[in-house]
């Protein structure tokens, strides 16, 4: 069964930046692409960005874009969310996620098929 862990979540201040970690055991992570969602109180959980299980591509939500960078490392078999310039609305529980169909990163939770058990990030104004 395959697992994910994030870390790094933490409070901040408007305008300043934070990275998140996902590590990941159990399953062949080169396979997989991974995606970062969050979810903020009383919200539906939103995908944040992804990337491909060979990096070669990636997405983001409007909102983020410009503003945040996902990346991977095979060999360590784990993925990185560097968040820049934070916005108060950024506040919210932070995931990583896996999905199988590792050629075609996406922002929709129901294609992902393993989940980490998130991480706080709360931004400050």
């Known amino acids: 069964e395959g697992q994910l862990a994030e870390s790094g979540g933490g409070l901040v201040q408007t305008g300043g930046s934070l990275r998140l970690s996902c590590e990941a055991s159990?399953?062949?992570?080169?396979?997989?692409?991974i995606g970062w969602f969050r979810q903020a109180p009383g919200k539906e959980r939103e995908g944040v960005s992804a990337?491909?299980?060979?990096?070669?591509?990636?997405v983001y939500a409007p909102s983020v874009k410009g503003r945040f960078t996902i990346s991977r490392d095979n060999v360590k078999q784990a993925a990185y969310l560097q968040m820049r310039n934070l916005k108060p609305e950024d506040t919210a529980v932070y995931y990583c996620?896996?999905?199988?169909?590792?050629?075609?990163?996406?922002?929709?939770?129901?294609?992902?098929?393993?989940w980490g058990q998130g991480t706080q990030v709360t931004v400050s104004s």
């Open positions: 159990g399953f062949i992570f080169d396979d997989y692409a």
């Open positions: 996620a896996a999905e199988s169909a590792g050629w075609n990163p996406t922002l929709k939770t129901y294609e992902y098929d393993y």
């Open positions: 990337i491909s299980s060979g990096d070669e591509s990636t």
